[in-house]
């Protein structure tokens, strides 16, 4: 079976599945039972710095967003860092790796952003035998307004500044977590690598309110009458997090460091697309929180058993093996031109294919053939954007087919070119001259 260890920055663990640093990270008692239930790695919930904790509500903490079945696509929360004391944290933090030593340990932290509150924190942390430090530069609630997380996030020169102080003062890895609330995550990203940190993590939670009471009218979840923003997580972050993970692992002023994926990973499938696009390990939170810890086994399983399938070994053999297929657009091949096909064995003539591209798309799918309900691709008019697909609700029924070269495109009249071209070059392109210079 294959192998999934992981080495991510010299922090090994038995796989790829590490607990993001969250509620389900807080204390000794849950990373044990996370551990005992399967997981490779914690990064444990953020500490700050000595002194009085911070505080959190006494109340609810958590918005929603759930599909048409309930499950949960997306929660919103406004917990701040770790309430607990740090020196009980610290305690905590030397047992579990003492008992777990097989297990990655990474802790986070958010101080201010002072070269003196840094110096301070670092030692601490590193009595614990920790096996590295994430530096929380992504929330975006509650502390951001006291000027740490994503506050620091958002300005790349803090970004280098804090992580140079954090590589002269300790032996531990540095992982840099990142913020999501930025036009281009690159810009932190890379000031980051050029202060020296060992591995980047994002992305963090979204900037959101997902929801308003309409009876009290006040964002949830509300307290006492009032609400704010909140970091969004879960599920409906996927696709953010896949694109900002996969503009690092491709920014060639950032070859080769290595990233850890977060952002809505539910399923072994969810974890292989971040590895694939250039993830070394993985971080889960939203998952354990709605399914509970043992959601690991079968991540763990799931993976392996596609690995075998595949023939990879090692997670060596998948990560980053997607990176070279993403592209901007404008290199994207427009000769390639395809059409849809609908399977009629298997198509339940339910007609929202039809009503999708009567209505908002190309007019390409009939409703009606010799006077009896029946849904066919109209090739002359089909522009091969695959809406139709997306819509139906029958796997398989519909697929896009590649016409191949020299054969007739119905719906231009031409034939299907056989060689490569993209918008640098098309004739329509009015910087094509520039760009080819």
């Not at 929801?211 to 009458?225: M, N």
């Not at 950032?254 to 072994?268: F, H």
Request: aromatic letters at 6%; hydrophobic letters at 40%.
């Amino acid at each position: 079976m294959a192998d999934i260890r992981s080495n991510f920055v010299g922090i090994k663990s038995p796989n790829p599945f590490w607990l993001a640093s969250a509620p389900p990270t807080d204390k000794a008692y849950n990373v044990e039972r996370a551990f005992r239930a399967g997981w490779g790695g914690v990064v444990w919930k953020t500490l700050g710095e000595a002194g009085p904790p911070v505080v959190n509500v006494n109340g609810p903490r958590y918005g929603a967003i759930w599909g048409a079945d309930r499950r949960l696509l997306g929660l919103n929360n406004i917990e701040l860092i770790t309430d607990r004391d740090l020196y009980l944290n610290l305690t905590e933090i030397k047992r579990v790796k003492r008992n777990w030593p097989d297990r990655a340990l990474v802790v986070s932290l958010m101080v201010p952003c002072e070269e003196n509150a840094w110096k301070a924190i670092l030692p601490l942390v590193e009595e614990t035998e920790a096996d590295g430090i994430e530096l929380n530069f992504g929330c975006p609630h509650g502390m951001s307004e006291r000027g740490m997380g994503a506050a620091v996030g958002q300005v790349p020169e803090y970004v280098e500044m804090v992580v140079r102080w954090c590589k002269q003062n300790t032996r531990m890895p540095v992982i840099t977590k990142l913020t999501p609330n930025i036009t281009d995550v690159r810009k932190p990203a890379r000031a980051a690598h050029a202060g020296g940190t060992d591995a980047v993590s994002l992305i963090n939670t979204i900037n959101s309110i997902t929801s308003v009471d309409l009876d009290d009218f006040a964002p949830e979840p509300t307290i006492d009458g009032k609400g704010t923003h909140g970091g969004y997580c879960g599920p409906a972050v996927k696709p953010i997090a896949l694109n900002m993970v996969a503009e690092i692992a491709r920014d060639p002023a950032m070859a080769g460091l290595p990233i850890s994926g977060i952002g809505g990973i539910t399923t072994w499938r969810d974890a292989a697309e971040f590895l694939v696009l250039g993830s070394g390990t993985v971080q889960v939170c939203t998952a354990a929180m709605t399914y509970g810890f043992k959601i690991v086994e079968e991540m763990a399983e799931g993976l392996k058993n596609w690995m075998d399938a595949k023939g990879h070994a090692t997670l060596d053999d998948v990560i980053g093996r997607a990176t070279p297929n993403v592209t901007d657009w404008q290199y994207l091949n427009l000769n390639y031109i395809t059409k849809a096909r609908i399977d009629q064995d298997l198509c339940i003539k339910c007609g929202r294919c039809h009503i999708a591209c009567e209505d908002t798309s190309h007019q390409a799918i009939t409703a009606i053939v010799d006077g009896a309900r029946r849904f066919e691709v109209k090739e002359e008019e089909c522009v091969g954007c695959n809406l139709c697909v997306n819509v139906c609700p029958v796997e398989g029924c519909i697929d896009m087919v590649p016409l191949a070269a020299g054969s007739l495109d119905q719906r231009t009249g031409e034939a299907v070119p056989p060689s490569y071209a993209n918008w640098t070059t098309h004739p329509n392109n009015p910087s094509r001259v520039a760009a080819a210079e």
